[in-house]
């Protein structure tokens, strides 16, 4: 088992005089190299929780363990551990792009040699060097948050933690942003700690996840293990043509767990073990050309998160 991280203990906050329980009694462990993902509604408790891991508010009680030191009591180490990018974290507007990425290095302990040469490389990567001399405050969002990306990665920490970074992102850079996030942890072993409502997306690289309403956790573990507590069936997706010759209705009756989405579309449910020979079946009654879509899919952790406490709708609490 890979060594940890963070090891969290009892961890309560309570902010406005007592009354806003936001993180209640919270126990998690964090490995060396994964991708740890956090999700749930607003008012979850979530960034209140990283904001504690990464030292900038103090907990009401409980412990935080970092590779074995207790940063509560000394969290001047965290910034030689953590990089964390937050959900609004700009506020010198007035600086260049390339300038904020590299001050960030200097700031972090790195010569003015290897700061520059890595800032480079990150605009580079990120796609955003031909804007490297422009104030932050004319980009774009989606800029705005590639730089916050870079300005995380420069200097090299051992651990992330990262409150949103996607949002805004279009469709190619947050393929790009993951794709730099998964071989990190794959090839520099890096600890990447992600908050984020984009569980679809995320499910393709987190390695360990943990849900978050109201301040307590209501699950904790892999994928794979959230998706069996939820449902271990398999769900078939098909999609008729208009002018399909056959009858759908007559057809997906014949299954004893469907759902009609719309008027030609329909999901069935099977145990796993059934997948094959239900497979096998729709193939041979269904010509595939009557077909407009057909899609095999398990529980996604999007089914999960809907089940077990997204559905919460409460405003985020932000605290200074």
Known sequence: MKSLVYRIEGLTKIYRNGNVLANDNLALEVRRGEIFGIFGPNGAGKTTLV???AGLIKPTSGSIYLDDIDVINNPKI??????YFAQAPWILWSLKVWETIYFTGIFRGMTKKDAREQTDQLLAEL????????LMERISGGQSRLLGIAAALIGSRPVLILDEPTNELDPLNRAK???IFSRLCQEKHVTIILV???????EQVVDRVMIIDKGKIIANGTPGELKNMVDD???IEIKFKPNSPINPHTFIKSFDDYKQLNADKWQIFIPKKEVASVYNRIINKIDIENLDDFRLM????EDVYIRMGGGSSTDEFHAN
């Open 233 to 235: 069936r398999v769900r």
């Open 78 to 83: 965290i910034p030689y551990y953590v990089a």
């Open 127 to 134: 796609g955003i060097y031909d804007i490297r001399d422009r």
């Open 298 to 301: 398990t529980t996604t952790l």
């Open 177 to 179: 942003v993951w794709g």
């Open 51 to 53: 904001r504690q891991m």
């Open 196 to 202: 984020t409502h984009n569980v679809l997306e995320a």
